[in-house]
């Protein structure tokens, strides 16, 4: 079956530092998405990408963030300068979505996440 | 924007019996609606999912319903067992373009031997 895979799977940073979180989605999946789930709590979702752009982005999602598909097979989570809240599992996750659009079926798969830790 | 409540916050049943989380959602406008089950330190798995066009939905020991009246819904295991401990999302998207999901907070679901 299919995977969406994450790399790295942990990843210590000190606070202040740039830290890029990696992911390969599906490969005929055409909606790409990051989201982070502090320890315990519930999964946030930050941002949605498709056709080379951010779609839809949340308050989380501030300057510090940036997402890039820099070739055809990764999607890339830059956090420019972390922060000690920052610490989260980060998840990202792709869909095909379902046509016709009305049919209202995005069903995501997700990545195995990267855990970062900002100390 | 969407605002995703789930309860119970921790479920404790008896192996055999039946477990029920409820969500309510506030975006009369979302018309997808999945549940995840994530088992400790791993990823959110979909386990079920239903759409706006349908009512109830089942899955061998598995069922979630929807009442778009009341903009709730909820899932249904029944004979529980062990493997059914794990914390389970509720989410709603309103499906469009790349709308992303916005989750409940969880339930803790516990099968007790």
């Known amino acids: 079956e299919p995977e969406v895979t994450q790399t790295p799977s942990h990843q210590v940073t000190q606070m202040g530092q740039e830290v890029i979180l990696r992911c390969v989605p599906i490969s005929n999946h055409l909606y790409f998405y990051w989201y982070r789930q502090i320890l315990g709590q519930k999964v946030e979702f930050l941002v949605s990408f498709y056709n080379n752009e951010i779609s839809e982005k949340s308050e989380i999602f501030d300057d510090q963030f940036s997402v890039e598909r820099p070739d055809g097979s990764n999607f890339t989570l830059k956090i420019r300068s972390t922060k000690l809240e920052d610490s989260a599992m980060y998840f990202c996750?792709?869909?095909?979505?379902?046509?016709?659009?009305?049919?209202?079926?995005?069903?995501?798969?997700f990545g195995a996440g990267s855990r970062l830790t900002v100390l | 924007g969407e605002n995703v409540e789930q309860h119970p916050s921790t479920l404790s049943v008896q192996e055999g019996d039946s477990a029920v989380i409820k969500c309510t959602y506030s975006?009369?406008?979302?018309?997808?609606f999945p549940w995840y089950k994530q088992e400790l330190g791993k990823r959110p798995q979909l386990i079920i999912d239903?759409?706006?066009?349908?009512g109830e939905k089942k899955d061998q020991r598995i069922a979630v319903t929807l009442n778009k009246t009341a903009k709730h819904f909820s899932l249904h295991i029944t004979e529980t067992q062990p493997e059914d401990s794990a914390v389970y999302f509720c989410a709603a998207s309103s499906g469009g373009g790349a709308d992303g999901l916005t989750f409940g907070k969880g339930t803790h679901l516990i099968i007790q031997p």
């Open positions: 239903i759409r706006s066009n349908v």
């Open positions: 975006d009369s406008a979302s018309n997808y």
């Open positions: 996750a792709s869909s095909k979505r379902e046509w016709p659009a009305y049919s209202g079926a995005n069903v995501l798969t």
